[in-house]
């Protein structure tokens, strides 16, 4: 929940201390770089779902 009373879409990534600690640069480099562009690929999905724009009807009765 943020300070607007809205709720954000974020994304948490776990990463090993080892590896950081080996490649701190690259390690954060290949997050600021993945988080943008995996939030790009999802954004119309999660809009969709959120604005009806997506009929998920269909997807529900495959799995039923």
Do not use: K, R, W
Request: one cysteine or more; aromatic letters at 18%; proline letters at 6%.
């Amino acid at each position: 929940m943020t300070e607007y009373d809205c709720f954000d879409i974020t994304l948490t990534i776990v990463i090993c201390y080892d590896l950081y600690e080996v490649a701190p640069l690259e390690t954060e480099d290949s997050v600021t770089a993945y988080c943008p562009e995996l939030l790009a690929d999802l954004s119309p999905a999660i809009f969709g779902l959120f604005f009806y724009l997506i009929d998920f009807e269909p997807l529900n009765n495959t799995f039923n």
